[in-house]
Nanobody
Framework: VQLQASGGGLVQAGGSLRLSCDVS????????MAWFRQAPGKEREFVAS????????TYRDSVRGRFTISRNHFWTTTYLQMSSLKPEDTARYYC?????????????????WGQGTEVTVSS
């Protein structure tokens, strides 16, 4: 399974970006997709997750209400719509895929990772 993240860029505070994560393998083998992020000098942190079959999503508190995770009809692409961006959202964003259900906020739950896409929010 290969994941390809895209959609990052430079945006002013208050702006929006939509990240995409394309999955290269049959997605019926996957349970959960997620986005994590890592800022320079910090640990990778959970941002949002979605269970592919039900569409149930979870978010970290600091992005709830501003970010929306979704997937397309065939589950081949997962999106992260980011609005009202803040400078503290600046990070490299990674998408992950898990074969089994578990604690979606835990990094080690995910079996596959994309290479990440850079998001920079200027003040």
């Amino acid at each position: 399974v290969q994941l390809q993240a895209s959609g990052g860029g430079l945006v002013q505070a208050g702006g929006s970006l939509r990240l995409s994560c394309d999955v290269s393998a049959p997605t019926n083998s996957l349970d959960t997709m997620a986005w994590f992020r890592q800022a320079p000098g910090k640990e990778r942190e959970f941002v949002a997750s979605i269970r592919l079959s039900s569409g149930v999503s979870t978010y970290r508190d600091s992005v709830r209400g501003r970010f929306t995770i979704s997937r397309n009809h065939f589950w081949t692409t997962t999106y992260l719509q980011m609005s009202s961006l803040k400078p503290e959202d600046t990070a490299r964003y990674y998408c992950g895929a898990a074969r089994k259900f578990g604690n979606a906020a835990v990094y080690s739950m995910y079996d596959y990772w994309g290479q990440g896409t850079e998001v920079t929010v200027s003040s």
